[in-house]
């Protein structure tokens, strides 16, 4: 459960997955293919296809192909739906979608809450994106929109109807006028394709497209070879995903979405009209104004369980929620040492050499931290949370106060020298980080998943360091420490390629592009392969088409 539905199948179909009842599948040779990857969300985990719900920040959601709790619903119609829930915790707030299929519709309804519990205002965010075949012309209740691509500049432009009429990546934000119904549609040209509609509240859509030139490589290489491109239709509660929406203390957000087969004249006027009739407006309305009260319905069969951060929360405040029950069953050795903080007002020291965790930034957690006894550990979260909520002076503080004693010196060694960077102290923060790699190998146990996961996540950030400061022998025995499955890694030989040339072997260096390499977190407008390329290639060679991942025009 990844808060995905997926598109690929018909909405019936896609239902009884989410509710662990496959239906029979169409044959391969009809369905879309995605091919996961993991370059694009804030958690670095992400794939292509199907409709992604996306709550915290401007971005793919940080619960991107996490697991979701997951249960049977009653659903207003006297049937079942299905509900997805988890605590995000960036924003800190507890969600929702329900999904159900009305007995005789052709349309999947979705009803998505989003709860502010605390005593204070959070802003919130929210996007549901939907992938749709490329060859669609895209419609909605718009004649402009803002157009926001990898420039980083956001400008009025007239709605483009065909995905394909973009030369490169990206986000068209529909200007819809205030009373218009919300909707956006993607037709074939027989006028034939997938309407998506809701509730006023959620009141923004958008299409986002690869383009035909910049970003076509990358599309290519998130879905399966041999199959069409795709592009997104979204919808959110703010006009652009530069924007968030004031969630007041102790409200709420619902609305109802509906996604379902349209069949219109490609003309926005045309395919409203059509809309209309196959699903008025007001029916749309009194499908949420039915679901609310549903809304709160306790879960019936349980299907999947997501985390214990909800739980932890629960226990923390003794917050009532219902429908969205996180039991303290849920706990687990994440939540253990927030606990005991909660419990005794100390943070545990561990009883072995481990990475030190999960970070709990919110400001409760803050304020519990800083009563507690100042242990080394302690220290290391205190900081993290005082950096999030941009005290850095303090929370460089704290991190050396914590150095001092720490048995465990790389986590808060790392954290400096992020300061270091982020203070434009280079040769410091290459110091740092060194010497917390230095920790690290003298300390981990074993090539196990949490130190193979640390290794490569600090020995990546001090080879990036040492490089950028010159230190180039310092690189290279960072790099003969690492573990081989490491240094086999895409992103690990595209620094390898780096480290060549800076070692004066640009030979070599060309050796590895040659031998070919696939960086899987390459993050989207990322140009890192595209510029060390053109440092060992001659000016007239171009950057090879499997290795061109940019996002906007060459320069």
């Known amino acids: 459960m990844d808060g995905r539905l997926y598109v690929g199948e018909d909405a019936r179909h896609a239902e009884y997955r989410r509710a662990g009842r496959p239906l029979q599948p169409r044959p391969a040779s009809a369905r879309p293919r995605y091919r996961t990857r993991l370059p694009q969300a804030l958690n670095g985990a992400w794939f ?5 719900w996306n709550i915290g920040a401007t971005g793919h959601t940080t619960l ?9 619903v009653p659903a207003p119609d006297g049937g079942e739906m299905l509900r997805l829930w988890e605590w995000e915790r960036l924003r800190d707030l507890p969600f929702q979608v329900d999904l159900w299929l009305p007995d005789g519709s052709d349309f999947l309804y979705v009803g998505v809450r989003i709860r502010n519990p605390h005593e204070r205002p959070v802003p919130s965010y929210w996007w549901s994106n939907i992938a749709v075949p490329e060859g669609r012309r895209v419609l909605a209740p718009a004649e402009d929109a803002w157009q926001f691509g990898y420039e980083r500049h956001l400008r009025r432009v007239p709605v483009p109807p065909d995905p394909l009429d973009s030369p490169c990546a990206a986000d068209y934000f529909y200007d819809l006028p205030d009373a218009r119904r919300r909707w956006i549609a993607a037709l074939d040209p027989d006028g034939h394709g997938l309407a998506q509609t809701s509730t006023d509240l959620l009141r ?6 690869w383009g035909t030139g910049g970003g076509r490589r990358r599309q290519e290489w998130l879905t399966e070879p041999g199959t069409g491109g795709y592009c997104e239709i979204q919808a959110g509660l703010a006009r652009t995903q530069l924007e968030h929406v004031r969630l007041d203390a102790g409200s709420e957000l619902a609305w109802l979405e509906a996604y379902g087969p349209l069949s219109a004249p490609p003309v926005p006027a045309e395919a409203e009209a059509r809309l209309e009739a196959v699903l008025p407006r007001a029916a749309v309305d009194a499908a949420c104004a039915a679901w609310k009260p549903y809304a709160d319905t306790e879960p019936g069969e349980t299907l999947a369980v997501g985390s214990g951060w909800g739980a932890l929360e629960v226990l923390r405040a003794d917050w009532k929620l219902p429908g969205t029950p996180f039991e303290e069953s849920t706990l687990g050795p994440a939540q253990a040492p927030w606990l005991e903080l909660l419990r005794t007002g100390s943070f545990p ?17 803050r304020d519990m931290l800083e ?3 100042a242990t080394p550990l302690t220290e290391y979260h205190l900081g993290v949370a005082q950096w999030h909520a941009g005290d850095r002076a303090q929370a460089v503080r704290s991190w050396e106060r914590g150095l001092e004693l720490a048995p465990s010196r790389w986590p808060l060694l790392r954290c ?3 300061a270091d960077q982020e203070s434009g102290n280079r040769e410091r923060a290459a110091d740092r980080y060194a010497d917390a790699f230095d920790d690290l190998c003298h300390e981990r146990r074993d090539d196990g998943e949490a ?13 990036e360091a040492l490089l950028a400061a010159r230190r180039t022998s310092e690189a290279r025995s960072v790099w003969e420490r690492l573990y081989p499955a490491i240094r086999a890694r895409g992103r690990f030989r595209l620094i390898e390629a780096g480290l060549l040339l800076a070692e004066g072997r640009p030979e070599a260096a060309r050796a590895v592009f040659e031998d070919g390499f ?13 510029e060390l390329w053109s440092r060992i290639s001659s000016p007239d060679e171009p950057l090879p088409s499997h290795y061109d991942f940019r996002m906007r025009p060459p320069t």
């Not at 899987?520 to 890192?528: I, K, N, P, V």
């Open 518 to 530: 696939e960086v899987a977190d390459l993050r989207e407008g990322a140009e890192a392969i595209g």
């Open 416 to 418: 400096l020298a992020v």
């Open 371 to 373: 009563t507690a006894p």
């Open 204 to 209: 923004g859509r958008k299409l986002f497209v």
């Open 64 to 72: 991107s192909c996490a697991p979701l709790r997951a249960a049977r």
């Open 451 to 463: 130190w193979t996961a640390a290794t490569a996540a600090l020995g990546r950030e001090t080879l």
């Open 349 to 365: 020291e561990p009883r072995r050499v481990r990475p030190p965790g999960d970070t709990l930034v919110a400001p409760h957690w």
């Open 48 to 52: 292509s296809g199907g409709i992604e």
